[in-house]
């Protein structure tokens, strides 16, 4: 899925089989979710998801969000992980690029990561980067989890 130049998607809540799944882009394929340009303005504000990525969820695939200015602000993952981001495959999620201005702030989850939760990929904020006022029950910013290695799990929390 690719969204180019300006974006912005505000106060959503999308339903998936009866199972709210994230609040405003959702991946389940084997695909990535690719978002904006080098110049865009991308904006995820007051998204509600009742699982997992408060405003995007990459089920197999990377998240890619690209752009001048991105903001990624007040979403929710009520009872799961990722308040703004989710990204389950090995792709990882990448923010931003040289000369972004990035600001990840006042994101939730009942879980982990109250910004970005990241299962078995990297992740990457390029920019000039504001992360604050995120909350979690556990990494308030981002929380990374490889459960590729099933005997010693490694977690990051920030």
């Known amino acids: 899925m690719s969204l180019l130049k300006s974006l912005r998607r505000r106060n959503n809540l999308l339903k998936e089989q009866g199972y709210r799944r ?11 979710i690719a978002i904006g340009g080098a110049s865009s303005t991308v904006t995820f504000d007051n998204n509600l998801a009742g699982g997992n990525g408060g405003a995007v969820y990459g089920q197999n695939g990377g998240v890619t969000i690209l752009g ?3 903001t990624l602000s007040g979403n929710t993952a009520t ?8 990204a389950q495959g090995n792709g990882g999620e990448t923010i931003g690029g040289s000369g972004s201005t ?23 904020i390029n920019g000039d980067v504001t992360l604050s006022g ?8 981002i929380a990374r989890c490889d459960s590729r290695h099933a005997q010693r799990p ?3 929390h920030l």
Do not use: F, K, M
């Not at 609040?23 to 389940?28: K, L, R, S, T, W």
């Not at 702030?105 to 970005?116: R, W, Y």
């Open 154 to 156: 490694g977690r990051r």
């Open 22 to 32: 994230c609040g405003a882009i959702y991946e389940q394929g084997n695909g990535s």
């Open 68 to 70: 001048g200015d991105i």
């Open 134 to 141: 995120n909350t979690a029950a556990s990494g308030a910013g």
């Open 102 to 124: 990035v600001h990840i702030t006042g994101n939730q989850a009942g879980t982990n990561g109250g910004a970005i939760y990241a299962q078995n990929g990297p992740v990457t």
């Open 79 to 86: 009872t799961g992980n990722g308040g703004a981001l989710y």
